[in-house]
C-alpha cells in the first residue's frame, strides 16, 4: 500500500483503509480527484462530510466502496458508478444515480428530478 493510506491535511484524514474528507469551500474536480486517488490506494470506506453541492460525488468509481455524505451533493451523484454504495445523509440535487450500473444510493431527505 501507498503512503496515503497513513495521510493527514487539512481536507482528508486516511487511517489504514478509512479517509474523512472535509469538503467545506472545496472544488468539485479537486474533490472528485481524491476520491479516485484514495480508491486506488485502497480505501474502501469514505466519509465526506461539509458537501454543498459538489458534482459529481463518486462519478466513475467501481466496486468495494462504501461513502458516506453529510449534506447536499450536487448533480449527478454517483453517475457511471459500478458497485459504490452512497448513503447521504441530507437531500440531494438532479441525477442521483445517473447511468448508473450496480450498487446503492440512499438518501435520507429529499431527492431532485431524473433519479436513477
Known sequence: ?????????????????????DAMGMYYRDLNNLL????ANGVDKIEICNVYGQRYIGTDLDNHVSIDIYGTPGNDLGAFMNGVNITVHGNAQDACGNTMDHGKIVVHGRAGDLLG
Not at 500500500?1 to 474528507?21: F, Q, R, S
Open 1 to 21: 500500500m501507498n503512503d496515503i493510506l497513513n495521510l493527514t491535511t487539512e481536507y482528508v484524514n486516511v487511517i489504514g483503509k478509512t479517509a474523512k474528507i
Open 36 to 39: 479516485r486517488s484514495l480508491h
